[in-house]
């Protein structure tokens, strides 16, 4: 058997290997020429954007995050600060890894396709592959740090639910809390990273559609200009967008996921150790679950250590993986059938992953419960990226009829789209469901909790695979700002073509994992609700309780869970939408004022729509952050715990729809306008043209704003939940 030390070094040293070859890909990168002074100068302008917006959001987030450590501070522990610091910050510095990777990438591959396009691709694909191997290694690496430097909270010989006197609360209560401090560091360190992704997501997503949209608006529509032609005053601010939106938002969302799939299994295991450990009778239900993993009561040290690394080792064997996926990509000499290669390099890494999960159970004290969950947690997302593909593609029938539709007008071609994303929530839904029923019967909840870890254990190369495509339409439109010759836009857009697909694949994929992790984050709140060792059994929820006040604060909080999610997508719609209407007031101002703009004698101010953009993202990030976090707390302390527990289950329901709806409407509105702009039903100029053109500005914000953003809010009010669920009353306040 291995040894402890062995068991945490092992996803140290395969998290290192993660961030090594980010290092190397980047210098890679960096070593390819730049092209001509026009490309370095966009290039450089889309650069400049990217950092001056996160920067100032770092600026803004240091007092979110020390204000909050603080609190954590003086409501708890110094170790559980610490933790929700150190997860903050791995956070941020993962998006600034994959922004600067991306920002590096962009006018290198618009080089390289003037000449190569294999050798475009590989410099597309290797800065995205910066980006999965930071997401990746950083996430796993942050955590092994934390549980090395905090091990003695997780020291078995001294486990326990400890009972602390908090200041206020505890005679608000009428009680000491009752927590376990290690379940607490791990959840901080979650929380951090939510909380990152969440500032990455909103801000990044107002950002980049509201540029997208005033763009798009005045500058195509109104002027008839081109894709990213550089007389649009807007065109650079578009192309920031997509690194601060699609690669730094992208990249904090899942990793924020990566980490709760992983501690949500340890929270319920650290729970598991101290109920089991009890003297008398153990609650059968806590029998029944260990026995599913082939365990029983009395676990040993070896058998709790196991229990606590198995996670961690198996994605840490997913990162490996996708290391393996990510070089085949790159070592692929073939120009045709890209698309093929890229998806390729995914199923080799999802293949291997569930090869190296089966030997780790297989060679632990556990059965092969936590195998099984892991591969349906696996086949589950990549269905529901098929299907996302499916529904957003040219390549199929929903978007091609959409693009009909177009030809008919322009709220005939939205309300086409918008039915197929709302029919676009069946199958996944199906599946979701199916899998739910899967892991819950081979392992209760704790085998959700492995089947969310299967969906993220190769993260690291969904996340290269879907941080190419904003680099590649980068490098388009950099390609049309320098005035490059006809053959190499042809060539970007062949490898923009090629990212739209694995993009919404990586959407469908990102939605999936988001649902079934914040499930697990939820199962781990259930457990953190338990007051007493004693008291530890598998958690139940009484929705028809014939206690006063329980089952009637549920059936209200799941009310109010699922209404959250539209609040939330309001206010991002509303700050995209004013962001956007001041942007297009300002292009138009621009071109009535120099009129040498569309003449191409005067260069447009780009520079000023720039900070239009940050301004509107950073501003209208706040008021959605702070109701993700306080919502929970206010329901918690209101309604109580076990009603805290209906209104995520709400939340989560809402979420996954809404969010899946969003995506795809959009994704399926902006590719059916790129499928008119081919040729079909009369091609770019067009009436369908114009029309898809504003069903693609409506779908801007969903799918790129809404429906990510709606992934982090049901984990991160789960995991807010977890972090707090100690100070909450059992009963509603009212009763």
């Given at each position: 058997?291995l040894?402890?030390?062995d068991?945490s070094?092992v996803?140290?040293?395969?998290?290192?290997?993660?961030l090594?070859?980010?290092?190397?890909?980047?210098r890679y990168?960096t070593?390819?020429?730049?092209g001509?002074?026009e490309?370095?100068?966009?290039?450089?302008y889309?650069r400049e954007?990217a950092w001056t917006?996160?920067?100032?959001?770092?600026?803004?987030?240091a007092?979110v995050?020390l204000?909050?450590a603080g609190l954590?501070?003086g409501?708890?522990?110094w170790e559980v600060?610490i933790?929700?610091i150190i997860?903050?910050?791995?956070?941020?510095?993962?998006?600034?890894i994959?922004?600067?990777s991306?920002?590096?990438?962009?006018g290198?591959?618009?080089?390289?396709?003037?000449?190569?396009?294999q050798?475009?691709?590989n410099?597309a694909?290797?800065?995205g592959a910066?980006?999965?191997l930071?997401v990746a290694?950083l996430a796993?690496?942050?955590?092994?740090?934390?549980?090395t430097i905090f091990r003695g909270s997780?020291?078995p010989?001294?486990?326990q639910?400890?009972?602390?006197?908090?200041?206020v609360?505890?005679?608000?209560l009428?009680?000491d809390?009752?927590?376990i401090k290690g379940?607490?560091?791990v959840?901080?360190y979650s929380?951090?990273a939510?909380?990152?992704a969440?500032?990455d997501?909103?801000?990044?997503?107002?950002?980049?559609?509201a540029a997208?949209?005033g763009?798009?608006l005045?500058?195509k529509?109104e002027?008839?200009?081109?894709?990213?032609?550089?007389?649009?005053?807007a065109s650079?601010?578009?192309?920031?967008g997509?690194?601060v939106?699609?690669v730094?938002g992208?990249?904090?969302?899942?990793?924020e996921?990566?980490?709760?799939s992983?501690i949500s299994?340890?929270?319920?295991?650290?729970?598991?150790f101290?109920?089991?450990?009890?003297?008398?009778?153990?609650?059968p239900?806590l029998q029944?679950m260990?026995?599913n993993?082939g365990?029983?009561?009395?676990?040993s040290t070896?058998q709790?250590w196991?229990?606590i690394?198995?996670?961690?080792?198996?994605?840490a064997?997913?990162?490996?993986s996708?290391i393996i996926?990510?070089?085949?990509?790159?070592m692929?000499?073939?120009e045709?059938?890209?698309?093929?290669?890229?998806?390729?390099?995914?199923r080799i890494a999802?293949?291997?992953t569930?090869v190296?999960?089966?030997?780790?159970?297989?060679?632990?004290?556990m059965?092969?419960?936590?195998?099984?969950a892991?591969?349906?947690g696996?086949?589950v997302g990549i269905?529901i990226?098929y299907?996302?593909?499916?529904?957003?593609?040219?390549?199929?029938n929903p978007v091609?009829?959409?693009?009909?539709m177009n030809?008919?007008g322009?709220?005939?071609?939205?309300t086409?789209?918008?039915?197929?994303?709302m029919l676009?929530?069946?199958i996944?839904a199906?599946a979701?469901?199916l899998?739910?029923m899967i892991t819950?019967?081979?392992a209760?909840?704790?085998?959700?909790a492995y089947?969310?870890?299967?969906?993220?254990s190769?993260?690291a190369?969904?996340?290269?695979?879907?941080t190419?495509g904003?680099i590649?339409?980068?490098?388009g439109?950099?390609a049309?700002?320098?005035?490059?010759d006809?053959?190499?836009r042809?060539?970007t857009?062949?490898?923009?073509?090629i990212?739209?697909t694995?993009a919404?694949?990586?959407k469908?994929?990102?939605?999936?994992?988001a649902?079934?992790?914040?499930?697990?984050?939820?199962?781990?709140?259930m457990w953190s609700?338990?007051?007493?060792a004693e008291?530890?059994?598998?958690?139940t929820i009484?929705?028809l309780?014939?206690e006063?006040?329980i089952?009637?604060?549920?059936?209200?909080?799941?009310?109010?869970?699922a209404?959250?999610?539209?609040?939330?997508?309001?206010l991002?719609?509303?700050g995209?939408?004013?962001t956007?209407?001041?942007?297009?007031?300002?292009?138009r101002?621009?071109f009535?004022?120099?009129?040498?703009?569309l003449?191409?004698?005067?260069?447009p101010d780009y520079?000023?729509?720039?900070?239009i953009?940050?301004?509107g993202?950073?501003r209208?990030?706040?008021?959605?952050s702070?109701?993700a976090?306080?919502?929970?707390?206010?329901?918690?302390?209101v309604?109580g715990?076990?009603?805290?527990?209906g209104?995520l289950i709400?939340?989560?329901l809402?979420c996954?729809q809404?969010?899946i709806?969003c995506a795809?409407?959009?994704?399926?509105?902006?590719?059916a306008k790129k499928?008119i702009?081919e040729g079909n039903f009369g091609?770019?100029?067009?009436?369908?043209?114009?029309?898809?053109?504003?069903?693609d500005?409506v779908?801007?914000p969903?799918?790129?704003?809404?429906g990510p953003?709606?992934d982090i809010l049901?984990?991160?009010?789960s995991?807010v939940?977890?972090l707090?669920?100690?100070?909450?009353p059992?009963y509603?306040?009212?009763f």
């Amino acid at each position: 058997m291995l040894s402890t030390y062995d068991l945490s070094l092992v996803p140290g040293i395969v998290a290192a290997l993660g961030l090594v070859l980010a290092w190397y890909l980047v210098r890679y990168v960096t070593k390819q020429d730049q092209g001509t002074e026009e490309i370095k100068d966009l290039q450089g302008y889309i650069r400049e954007g990217a950092w001056t917006f996160m920067s100032e959001e770092v600026r803004i987030f240091a007092v979110v995050m020390l204000a909050i450590a603080g609190l954590l501070w003086g409501l708890f522990y110094w170790e559980v600060a610490i933790a929700f610091i150190i997860g903050a910050v791995l956070s941020m510095t993962a998006a600034f890894i994959g922004m600067n990777s991306a920002t590096l990438s962009n006018g290198r591959t618009t080089n390289a396709a003037r000449n190569n396009f294999q050798k475009a691709l590989n410099i597309a694909i290797s800065g995205g592959a910066v980006m999965g191997l930071a997401v990746a290694g950083l996430a796993l690496g942050g955590l092994v740090l934390v549980i090395t430097i905090f091990r003695g909270s997780f020291n078995p010989a001294t486990l326990q639910i400890q009972t602390k006197s908090i200041p206020v609360i505890s005679q608000l209560l009428g009680r000491d809390v009752n927590l376990i401090k290690g379940a607490l560091i791990v959840s901080a360190y979650s929380m951090g990273a939510s909380l990152v992704a969440l500032f990455d997501r909103v801000g990044g997503g107002i950002y980049t559609k509201a540029a997208d949209m005033g763009a798009d608006l005045v500058g195509k529509v109104e002027q008839g200009l081109p894709e990213d032609d550089p007389r649009n005053p807007a065109s650079v601010a578009d192309n920031v967008g997509d690194n601060v939106g699609d690669v730094g938002g992208l990249g904090a969302d899942l990793l924020e996921s990566f980490i709760g799939s992983i501690i949500s299994v340890i929270i319920i295991m650290l729970y598991v150790f101290v109920g089991q450990g009890v003297e008398g009778t153990v609650a059968p239900s806590l029998q029944r679950m260990l026995g599913n993993f082939g365990l029983s009561v009395g676990l040993s040290t070896s058998q709790y250590w196991w229990s606590i690394f198995a996670p961690m080792l198996i994605v840490a064997a997913g990162i490996f993986s996708s290391i393996i996926g990510v070089q085949y990509i790159r070592m692929s000499n073939r120009e045709e059938g890209m698309q093929t290669t890229l998806m390729n390099g995914t199923r080799i890494a999802a293949l291997l992953t569930a090869v190296f999960a089966f030997v780790i159970t297989w060679i632990s004290p556990m059965n092969f419960a936590p195998f099984w969950a892991v591969l349906t947690g696996a086949l589950v997302g990549i269905v529901i990226g098929y299907i996302s593909e499916y529904y957003t593609s040219a390549e199929y029938n929903p978007v091609q009829r959409i693009a009909e539709m177009n030809d008919s007008g322009t709220a005939v071609g939205i309300t086409s789209g918008m039915a197929v994303g709302m029919l676009s929530t069946f199958i996944p839904a199906l599946a979701i469901a199916l899998a739910v029923m899967i892991t819950y019967w081979l392992a209760g909840l704790m085998g959700v909790a492995y089947g969310a870890l299967g969906m993220l254990s190769f993260v690291a190369i969904t996340v290269s695979v879907d941080t190419y495509g904003p680099i590649a339409d980068n490098a388009g439109g950099i390609a049309e700002g320098a005035g490059l010759d006809e053959s190499v836009r042809e060539r970007t857009d062949k490898l923009d073509s090629i990212g739209n697909t694995t993009a919404a694949i990586g959407k469908g994929f990102a939605i999936g994992s988001a649902a079934f992790s914040a499930l697990a984050l939820i199962a781990a709140y259930m457990w953190s609700a338990i007051g007493t060792a004693e008291a530890v059994k598998v958690p139940t929820i009484e929705i028809l309780s014939s206690e006063p006040g329980i089952g009637g604060s549920v059936v209200a909080a799941l009310f109010l869970g699922a209404m959250i999610p539209y609040v939330f997508s309001s206010l991002l719609i509303r700050g995209v939408s004013d962001t956007a209407g001041t942007m297009v007031r300002e292009v138009r101002r621009q071109f009535e004022e120099m009129p040498g703009i569309l003449k191409g004698e005067t260069k447009p101010d780009y520079n000023k729509c720039i900070s239009i953009t940050s301004a509107g993202g950073l501003r209208r990030m706040v008021v959605p952050s702070l109701l993700a976090v306080f919502m929970p707390i206010i329901v918690g302390l209101v309604l109580g715990r076990l009603a805290l527990a209906g209104f995520l289950i709400g939340a989560l329901l809402s979420c996954l729809q809404l969010a899946i709806y969003c995506a795809n409407t959009g994704g399926a509105l902006d590719n059916a306008k790129k499928f008119i702009e081919e040729g079909n039903f009369g091609g770019k100029n067009s009436e369908a043209h114009d029309a898809s053109v504003v069903g693609d500005t409506v779908g801007d914000p969903l799918k790129d704003t809404v429906g990510p953003s709606l992934d982090i809010l049901a984990k991160l009010m789960s995991v807010v939940s977890i972090l707090f669920a100690s100070l909450f009353p059992v009963y509603p306040i009212i009763f």
